[in-house]
């Protein structure tokens, strides 16, 4: 008896032990196994956090592109947090904030809130402070590759302050450290902000004040070119009609504007608008206008009426940019891709667009005046044309036009005709071509006029593609005609 007990007492024994020995299998696996899955619950909630705000931790560069429509009702802010992960999602997801950055080591977010936002933020008690996040800048200004290319660097710009150039764009921001101040700069009231930011650029390449240590530089860095600013689009940058266009060149003529700049258009004309810009370039003024952006041949107005320099875009490499239009009536190419210039809020942004390369070309145009004075407007534009460098077929053509635009040899051209007396500030009665010599002729013996200048005709022209003769009194391209002849009246 002892010894079957015995037995049957080892033989339990055993067997607890190796249930006992199971169960510690079981529960190690199943221990094991709670283990991974809370790993990978924790590492599936932080994923899907970081893809439904579109935050890349991995990068410090802000996930707002630098064109990103200005919103003066937020402010950038460090937000620092007690417990980074568990808060940052249920604050960003219940606040619908934000977020621009992830600073993970410090247990910090970047966020775009309001002032109340900040309020409320500081008031949570998971967060340990909330700053602004304070911008710094380079120790130096970066003279974007536009300058050089068409050698406004080699142009003294100490006259610059004789010149007024009118913007029709967004508005201007006025309190932008880069650019210049009242009262060199004039316009409207609401035309002294800028909310979508374009205008703001548009001016920074024209006149973002130069050897000031900090952020870019215009065609003219001297702060002293007189900017007026009309402001034409909505708040969005989206459009406006040729009516306001019209009304734009109009405060631009009473503000005393020389050159203007409306980088913007569409391809449908109008006739009174078309009469308005002819009007305005017989007065003297010179009028530059982007190609377009949509890389077809389309026309694009207001740049392509014939009183108007039509102006498409080249990178760095002087490439045609793929996306600026090409047609008959590009007049110039400049550098129009990856450009930097001034934003709204004190910053600095890269955009791409005939709007930038229209910009350069009315620095250009203010710049090369400035030493010129008393020249007219088409004594201007035909040393422009004159001396740019091809980049396509010879001569003039729809891709580039004449050409990148060079200040320093229209500045040379130029200085060799300046003392010329046919060349004259104010147009008289009677036709011109296009550097301003006066046409003569007689009705028995016309003169015929290159099909590539722009010639001013107040009377009659034998219009050779209806072969007949026919009263005009406006700007006009001999080429739209078949070629003309013209007979002084």
Not at 322 to 331: I, L
Not at 341 to 347: A, K, W
Not at 413 to 419: A, G, R, V
Not at 421 to 441: A, C, K, M, N, P
Request: glycine share 8%.
């Amino acid at each position: 008896m002892t010894n079957k007990t015995t037995q049957e007492d080892v033989s339990v024994t055993i067997r607890l032990k190796s249930l006992n020995k199971v169960f510690f299998f079981k529960r190690r696996e199943q221990w094991t196994f709670l283990k991974i899955s809370t790993i990978l619950y924790l590492l599936m909630i932080v994923a899907v956090a970081d893809k439904n705000l579109n935050v890349n931790t991995n990068s410090i560069r802000e996930s707002i592109p630098p064109h990103h429509p200005y919103d003066p009702n937020l402010s950038r802010v460090i937000v620092k947090l007690k417990t980074f992960f568990v808060r940052r999602r249920c604050y960003t997801i219940q606040n619908d904030t934000q977020v621009i950055m992830d600073l993970p080591k410090q247990e910090a977010i970047v966020v775009l809130i309001s002032q109340l936002d900040i309020k409320n933020w500081e008031k949570e008690e998971d967060v340990e402070f909330v700053e602004i996040d304070p911008l710094r800048h380079i120790n130096s200004e970066i003279i974007p590759y536009g300058v050089d290319m068409i050698e406004a660097s080699r142009l003294d710009d100490s006259k610059i302050s004789n010149q007024k150039v009118c913007v029709i764009d967004s508005g201007y921001d006025l309190g932008h450290e880069d650019l210049p101040k009242l009262p060199i700069v004039t316009g409207k009231s609401d035309a002294l902000s800028d909310t979508c930011g374009h205008g703001t650029h548009v001016s920074g390449i024209i006149a973002a004040v130069g050897n000031n240590n900090i952020g870019t530089m215009g065609v003219s860095g001297t702060g002293t070119l007189q900017l007026h600013v009309v402001r034409v689009l909505d708040g969005n940058c989206n459009w406006t009609h040729a009516s306001g266009i019209i009304a734009s060149l109009n405060e631009c003529a009473q503000n005393g504007a020389k050159v203007v700049n409306i980088s913007l258009g569409d391809d449908e004309p109008s006739l009174l608008e078309q009469r308005v810009f002819a009007e305005a370039y017989k007065e003297g003024m010179l009028i530059v206008g982007s190609t377009g952006n949509s890389g077809s041949n389309r026309h694009n107005f207001p740049a392509s009426y014939d009183s108007v320099i039509s102006v498409g875009a080249v990178d760095e490499h002087m490439k045609l940019y793929p996306k600026s239009q090409k047609n008959s009536q590009v007049e110039f190419v400049a550098p129009g891709v990856n450009v930097l210039s001034t934003l709204p809020g004190n910053r600095y942004g890269y955009d791409s667009g005939t709007s930038m390369a229209a910009s350069y070309c009315t620095g250009a145009i203010a710049l090369l005046w400035s030493h010129f004075p008393e020249m007219n407007a088409a004594g201007i534009r035909h040393a422009l044309q004159m001396t740019a460098e091809d980049i396509a077929l010879p001569g003039r053509d729809n891709v580039s036009g004449y050409g990148i635009i060079k200040l320093a040899k229209a500045y040379e051209f130029l200085s060799t005709k300046e003392n010329n007396s046919s060349v004259t500030s104010e147009l008289e009665s009677g036709w011109y071509d296009f550097d301003g010599w006066q046409v003569v002729g007689s009705i028995d013996n016309p003169r015929y006029i290159d099909c590539d200048d722009f010639v001013y005709f107040e009377g009659w022209i034998w219009y050779n593609k209806k072969d007949e003769w026919t009263w005009t009194d406006s700007w006009i391209k001999p080429a739209a005609f078949g070629g003309i002849s013209v007979y002084a009246w």
